[in-house]
């Protein structure tokens, strides 16, 4: 039996919010790496540019904060903001802390594994939400902003 979510618009008769959202969701990224890369460089003085020798785990950890906190505080994270997409809950809710937390835990041990990774974007250039991995388990989905509803 598969859930059918009321809350959350229907990919067939409400299609404009996922149009173009794995492209977007890659874009988002990608300003999303290159700003925690940024805050990285800022940061490295403050470490006598010892953090040049756990630059990663300082991606890492800078990147967890960065995620968990813009997604907390408004669904969607700067990139995601800047290509007009938000996050939302299965309720069709945003995104509270909690449920931050839990998506970008999920976010970041799909990206730990490389298979985990490879199934994700598959399910998001296939699934009709373009849901990721982590988002058929947590029931969430990325959506336009711009066709709220």
């Known amino acids: 039996m598969s859930f059918r979510s009321f809350a ?20 988002a990224w990608v300003v999303d790496v290159v700003l925690i890369a ?10 006598a540019f010892t953090g040049i020798f756990f630059f990663p785990a300082l991606m890492a950890v800078v ?3 960065y995620r968990v906190i ?20 299965q309720t069709g809710d945003k995104f509270d802390f909690a449920s931050a937390l839990l998506h970008t835990i999920g976010f970041y041990v799909s ?5 985990l ?5 598959v399910l998001m250039l296939t699934s009709a939400r373009a849901q990721g991995l982590t988002d058929h388990v947590m029931g969430s989905v990325a959506i336009n902003r711009a066709a709220r509803y």
């Open 63 to 65: 990147g967890f904060v």
């Open 8 to 27: 959350l618009p229907d990919p067939e008769t409400q299609s404009e919010f996922y149009a173009d959202v794995p492209t977007k969701r890659l874009i």
């Open 117 to 121: 990774q490879l199934i994700s974007i």
């Open 111 to 115: 990206v730990a594994m490389a298979p």
């Open 38 to 47: 940024l805050v990285c460089v800022v940061i490295l003085p403050f470490t």
């Open 70 to 89: 813009t997604l907390a505080s408004g669904s969607a994270t700067w990139g995601m903001r800047l290509v007009s997409i938000e996050m939302r809950r």
